[in-house]
């Protein structure tokens, strides 16, 4: 009966972590007319049940009221035809695996076992952890720049399209599963590349996450001086990929995939103040997936022997700030550097 792709019944998409990438991404999907699951815990979870999902975007506040549940159990059983995305801070990855890999589906199985499971997040590893457990990973290259205002309110600046997912089977290969669901991506405000390499995007999208932690302790990179430290920060994270034989794409290749398609504008009422990571200092989340971005580095250089001083800086006092609740951008920039040049002639004696 529904031989043919086009005429498959359509997904329905559970958003595991419906945060700033995945409020955008589930309220995007509502908007174009999916079915959606919302999945959020705490004070978030209490107002998209209160208020719905309040998502400002250019065109302007658009409220989303969809079902709002804290895990698998409040679900129900599973569908067949149902969508995880998972867009969980990494460090949050094995706590949602663990309650979501076990669920039901009707028909029998676990979601582990049957459902496709997209990884919507920076770095590399949420979606190792995820392969550990469910036997249909994708990776996604997130371009999304999204914030998590308040409880119940996320914003995506973006336009024309709200963002880019380069979209890929883990840990290569692409399937009619995943164009099925990049073609609903791309009615939602998204532009969805199918890419037998997803990876390479990511790697790609890893080095530009190393300016994450800067951002986060020391605030936008504005001066010369930050940009500077980020080209030596992103210098050994070159060096390391290089030395693992981990290809990635290049910032021509990057630009010429997004042009002129996500350009950041003024959002009354959501101001961006930063990255992912910068909003976890500034909502005082207590963790901060440092130990992802700057921290993949430190472990490919431990690895391939290949000294990453910077990074190790970075990955330790974004950790320390997100732990002692440090107010994002709290450490000046010069002092940054200073201890910056102190770990590198410290590697280099
Ligand atoms: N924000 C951005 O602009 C971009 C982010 N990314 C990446 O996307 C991923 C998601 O980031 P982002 O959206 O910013 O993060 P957010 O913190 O805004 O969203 C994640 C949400 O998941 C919730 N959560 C965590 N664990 C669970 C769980 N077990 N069950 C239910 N809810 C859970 C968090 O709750 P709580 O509120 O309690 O923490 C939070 O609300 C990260 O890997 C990030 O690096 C990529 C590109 C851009
Ligand atoms: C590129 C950037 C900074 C866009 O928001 C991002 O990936 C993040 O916030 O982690």
């Known amino acids: 009966m529904y031989s043919r792709l086009w005429e498959a019944p359509p997904m329905r998409y559970i958003i595991i972590g419906a945060g700033a990438v995945g409020g955008a991404i589930g309220g995007r999907l509502a908007q174009s007319g999916r079915e959606v699951v919302l999945v959020a815990r705490g004070a978030h979870l209490a107002a998209l049940r209160a208020g719905g999902l309040r998502l400002t975007v250019p065109e302007g506040e658009l409220t989303h009221r969809l079902p709002a549940v804290d895990g698998p159990d409040t679900v129900g059983e599973l569908r067949a035809d149902d969508v995880l995305i ?73 336009t024309p399209l709200t963002g880019m997912l380069h979209l890929g089977r883990c840990p290569y290969g692409t399937d009619d599963t995943l164009r099925r669901i990049a073609a609903d991506l791309e009615r939602a405000h998204f532009e969805a590349p199918v890419v037998p390499d997803v990876a390479r995007w990511q790697y790609a999208k890893l080095l530009g996450n190393l300016a994450n932690a800067i951002e986060a302790v020391s605030g936008p990179l504005e001066s010369e001086q930050a940009r500077a430290l980020y080209e030596r920060v992103r210098a050994e994270g070159e060096a390391v990929l290089a030395a693992a034989g981990i290809a990635y794409a290049s910032p021509e290749e990057q630009k010429e995939a997004r042009g002129d398609k996500i350009t950041l504008v003024p959002l009354p009422g959501a101001q961006r103040g930063g990255g992912s990571s910068w909003q976890s200092l500034a909502r005082g989340t207590g963790t901060i997936e440092a130990d992802h971005l700057n921290g993949e580095i430190v472990l490919l250089g431990r690895l391939h022997g290949v000294p990453t001083p910077l990074n190790e800086l970075l ?5 320390t700030a997100a732990r002692e609740r440090r107010a994002a951008g709290s450490l000046p920039v010069t002092e940054l550097v200073r201890l910056a040049d102190e770990v590198d002639q410290g590697s280099s004696r």
């Open 315 to 319: 990955q330790r006092l974004a950790d």
């Open 86 to 158: 998972l867009a969980v801070k990494t460090q949050d990855t094995e706590a949602a695996l663990a309650a979501w890999g076990p669920a039901p589906v009707a028909g029998g199985g676990t979601a582990a076992e049957r459902l496709p499971l997209l990884c919507a997040q920076n770095g590399v590893e949420g979606q190792r952890l995820a392969l550990r457990r469910f036997r249909h990973v994708y990776g996604v290259c997130v371009w999304l720049p999204a914030t998590h205002v308040e409880p119940g309110v996320v914003s995506a600046a973006g």
